[in-house]
């Protein structure tokens, strides 16, 4: 995406104090992080200058890239001290705005951490540093027949900081669950400079539960410094089926009764109608043409467990009027299937000068009329929209197809995904499946929250940023002090509740 | 003991308002199976939450379920059951290690103690299975927490924190859960006199392998699970699979092929597995001596037997693995030190990494040591500002958790 920069997109004021000290602090960083570590120089800092949502964009204050644990620690001392604010970053794949830099913060990359510390197979654990990319995981472990199990489709460049970050999930997660799940322990510098040890190779860890806040913070509680995950043992086999279908409504039917059958499939995704052509034109996957919504199936386990689902499938697929059915007959064929679905976006790309992504989940059975209504909001914006869905678990991702050179399609793009995130809430969804509040959504959270779900929401924030430098202008639509959400207007005196029972 | 029934959502905002403007601590209970776990409550005021019951919603091909907190696991069951279905994390009833007659634990009680059973090492925790919440802040205030769909990154991730937090942080009155299908078959191969260590590389290699394992138990010699009366004269080493059936029985025969040169294999099926597991979620072993200190402790599977052997060489006490090792229940049979052997245990466990919980103790011993594991001063840092954040008078549950908290 390209185009207009930020019209609508109120940061926090920058702090004149900040700004006029650039030379100092960045002297200061230099004494903390030398080297090649603190990039100031504006043609430099141009390549961090937005993520995966490029209609935003900010030069950092400055950006710092340190490469050891105790560096991150003086940097945040140092900016808790001073005051300055901090954005973490770790490939910059966020496609809503997560690692979008502050004209007076610190831009703080995590690239440099890429080690991979420890793989224990008898523990079924790696440890790692954040900056190593989701497919290097992997990649790591393979050789013996493991893997990690959520698979972004951004996994070759995203890092496993961002996506404990995002909570990242992938095609697998209906099975094997999103980071969150797949995570055992981190090490987390909070902005003070302490560091934490939370959980490690064993399952659940004690006391409150930090890894379940960290996972989907969003850069907002603290830097991820190093992860512990679980992986797995990559399954015997994994076959899919391509399953053509007239109407996408049947394809909505087909998932709710191959669900209500009691079948978990490792993956199960839908295109309609132009994703599929548009998929199809760019890497060939074989895609029937003539129908309105594809699904693909992916089941996996042993051979015997995989073709006996196999059957029950199609025979769903054909109860719920399938009008092509296609199982892969080999490991390349499979990868074909997929590689169709994992290219659909940048396919998208090819076919409009820019296109915007969207990220609700919804109850399964809300998908007809989800559909119905963005047909609708589709013709009313004068904008194309192609979808690619989780099916499964009922995440949608609408691409809003739009051209940045024409004045007023960016605004009508961001107006149309702001009512298709609308209609996710009101049937009972949310706004953001997998690719987090960041910028984009930021302004959207009272449609799903309250002004006191979101200040309890914060002051868990304060609980780890006092002083609410870590990240801030993502996730909240409104910022206020800790000591203001800290107070509490509770008048007593009255006689209590004669009504309750009580014994 | 004043003792408050709300029998709404209102109602619990009208106490915890009046709590904070008197001072007055609450006493956080649903189900009361577990309400000698953890550091005794000094509250006046007992708030029974278990009238906030009922399944509200429940659509089976969602794989979703919202209910209050006080509603009986018993009746979850018997939902899903209906469906085919199950909680994945399997969740248990420790009612019976505390003396009281099985199947009093709800749902509110599981996922404010995030209590999994042995699937836990497969399918995940409670916390993973707990997708939304209303609850009541120490502030007196209504908040909600995630949502009814799996996948969700709006805002944090409150239901996490909710999760093992012990009613010291809100009141939930409404909870929301995924389900998922029940395995059709259920197959347990049962491997005889494993030495501890040994047994910890059996589960090891059957957990890395492709068999899919859902649960992975070893119970050494002379341990008898209290509600059964089988007698178990031989260490067993126990390896679950569970699905449809033609995938059921490749996998426990691929199991059986994979650790035959260990010891002589036999499999189980589905109504005696269910039976043994059950057994082992509920700790059974252990609901004799209701006096008798009881640890729970969580670690990196393959360090389980060396924390075993390192407390049974200065303590006599009677122990068994779930979670392939990485879960042991450890029952001291006396107590000389009067710590609940918390000084030997914590010891051991904190030679590798991992926690320690004291599950069961007498008042006086709870009183006195750390139940759940000490904090570096970080941490505690952390978990005391957190507290704080949703309950700044330290009106829920206080000292349930830490001191403090
Ligand atoms: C083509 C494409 C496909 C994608 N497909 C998927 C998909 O299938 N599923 C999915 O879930 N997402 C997807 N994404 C989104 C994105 O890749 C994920 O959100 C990813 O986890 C971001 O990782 P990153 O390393 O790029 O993080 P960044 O974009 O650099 O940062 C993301 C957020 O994490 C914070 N952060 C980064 N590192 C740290 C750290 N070490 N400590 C604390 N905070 C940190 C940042 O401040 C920011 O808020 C896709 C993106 C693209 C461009």
């Known amino acids: 995406m390209s185009g207009d920069p930020q019209s609508a997109l109120v940061m926090p004021d920058l702090d004149p104090g900040i700004l006029e000290r650039r030379s100092d602090i960045v002297a200061q960083l230099r004494t903390l992080v030398p080297g090649e570590g603190v990039i100031a120089d504006e043609n430099e800092m141009r390549a961090f200058e937005s993520d995966g949502l490029t209609a935003y964009r ?76 989701n497919l290097a995981i992997t990649k790591a472990v393979e050789g013996n027949g493991f893997y990690y199990a959520p698979d972004p489709s951004s996994q070759i460049a995203c890092t496993i900081g961002g996506n404990v970050a995002e909570n990242s999930g992938g095609v697998h997660c209906l099975k094997y669950g999103l980071t969150t799940n797949n995570i055992l322990g981190l090490q987390v510098v909070l902005i003070n400079g302490d560091i934490v040890r939370i959980g490690g190779k064993h399952l659940d860890s ?78 060939h996957a ?25 059957k029950r499938v199609e025979k769903i697929a ?41 990220d609700g989940t919804i109850p399964r059975r809300q998908l007809p009329r989800v559909l119905s209504v963005m047909r609708e909001l589709s013709e009313k914006y004068g904008l194309r929209v192609a979808n690619v869905f989780h099916a499964g678990d009922g995440n949608l991702h609408p691409l809003i197809l739009y051209d940045a050179n024409v004045p007023g399609e960016l605004e009508a793009a961001e107006n149309f995904g702001a009512d298709i995130l609308r209609l996710c809430v009101e049937v009972g969804g949310v706004l953001t499946g997998e690719h987090g509040v960041g910028v984009e959504k930021r302004d959207l959270m009272y449609e799903m929250f309250s002004e006191t779900d979101l200040e309890q929401q914060q002051r868990v924030k304060c609980a780890f940023d006092d002083k609410g430098l870590l990240n801030p202008g993502k996730v909240f639509p409104t910022l206020h002090r800790c000591a203001e959400l800290g107070r509490m207007h509770i008048h007593g005196g009255k006689l209590p509740f004669p009504d309750i029972p009580r014994f | ?172 009155t409404e909870t929301t859960i995924k389900v998922l299908p029940a395995g059709q078959k259920i197959f347990t191969v049962l491997v005889s006199d494993l030495a501890d260590k040994d047994a910890a590389t059996a589960m090891a290699k059957a957990l890395g392998s492709t068999f899919e394992v859902s649960g992975a138990a070893h119970i050494p010699a002379g341990l008898t699970p209290g509600s059964g009366t089988d007698k178990s004269d031989m260490a067993v080493t126990a390896l679950r699979v569970e699905g449809i059936g033609p995938s059921v029985e490749y996998r426990a025969s691929g199991l059986v092929e994979l650790l035959a040169n260990e010891r002589e ?37 393959t360090d389980g037997p060396d924390i075993v052997a390192a407390v049974r060489s200065r303590a006599d006490i009677s122990a068994f693995y779930d979670w392939a090792g990485g879960l042991v229940w450890m029952e001291f049979g006396s107590d000389p030190a009067g710590d609940g052997g918390a000084a030997i245990v914590r010891e051991a466990v904190n030679a590798t990494g991992g926690h320690a919980t ?47 908290v």
């Open chain 1, 206 to 283: 004690d006391g409150y539960d930090l890894l379940g806040l960290l996972a989907g913070s969003e850069g907002l509680l603290g830097i991820v410094t190093e992860v512990t995950v679980r992986i797995l043992r990559k399954p015997e086999t994994a076959r899919a089926v391509l399953i053509g279908f007239p109407t996408s409504e049947d394809a909505g039917a087909c998932v709710a009764a191959i669900i209500g059958a009691g079948i978990i499939a490792g993956g199960m995704e839908m295109m309609d109608r132009l994703a599929i052509h548009a998929a199809e034109e760019f890497v």
């Open chain 1, 318 to 358: 054909k109860a719920n009027k399938a009008s092509v059915v296609r199982v892969s007959t080999s490991e390349a064929e499979r990868d074909t299937f997929w590689a169709g679905r994992k290219a659909a976006f940048p396919a998208v790309g090819r076919i409009s000068p820019d296109y915007y992504c969207m």
């Open chain 1, 58 to 133: 900010q030069l950092p204050f400055v950006v710092v890239l340190p490469e050891t644990v105790e560096q991150v620690a003086a940097v945040l001392r140092y900016c808790h001290e001073t005051g300055l604010k901090v954005v973490p970053r770790g490939a910059g794949t966020s496609l809503s705005g997560g690692a979008l830099p502050l004209g007076d913060g610190v831009l703080l990359g995590l690239g440099k951490f890429s080690q991979i510390i420890d793989i224990d197979y008898d523990n079924r654990t790696a440890t790692v540093q954040p900056g190593v990319t």
């Open chain 2, 265 to 301: 294999c036999q499999i189980i099926k589905t109504t005696d597995s269910q039976k043994f597991w059950r057994n082992v979620r509920d700790c059974s072993y252990f609901t004799q001596n209701t006096n008798r200190p009881l640890w729970r402790i969580s670690v990196a599977p």
């Open chain 2, 1 to 172: 003991m004043d003792i408050l029934k709300p029998r709404n959502e209102d109602e619990c905002i009208e106490i915890v308002k009046w709590a904070v403007s008197e001072e007055q601590p609450l006493e956080i209970m649903s189900g009361g199976t577990k309400r000698k776990l953890g550091r005794p409550v000094e509250a006046a005021t007992l708030v029974d939450i278990s009238a906030l019951a009922g399944i509200s919603l429940y659509e089976p091909d969602e794989l979703v379920m919202t209910a209050g907190p006080g509603t009986s696991l018993v009746d979850i069951e018997k939902a899903l059951q209906e469906n085919d279905q199950e909680l994945a994390f399997e969740p248990a009833d420790y009612g019976p290690l505390f003396g009281k007659t099985p199947g009093a634990t709800t749902i509110g009680g599981i996922l404010a103690g995030n209590i999994s059973g042995p699937r836990r090492l497969k399918a995940g925790a409670a916390r993973d299975h707990f997708l939304g919440a209303r609850a009541v802040s120490g502030r007196g205030e209504l908040f909600k927490a995630g949502g009814r769909v799996v996948k969700n990154v709006t805002g944090y991730d409150l239901c996490k924190v909710l999760a093992g937090s012990w009613g010291t942080l809100a009141i939930m």
């Open chain 2, 358 to 404: 004291l599950i069961r103790a007498e008042d006086d011993i709870r009183a006195g040591v750390e139940v759940f594991h000490p904090q570096d001063p970080v941490l505690a840092g952390v978990t005391a500002r957190l507290k704080n954040s949703f309950d700044p008078e330290n009106i829920l549950n206080p000292g349930r958790m830490y001191g403090g």
């Open chain 1, 286 to 310: 074989g895609y029937p043409l003539d129908v309105e919504a594809l699904l693909i199936v992916e089941l996996d386990g042993p051979e015997a467990e995989v073709s006996d689902l196999l």
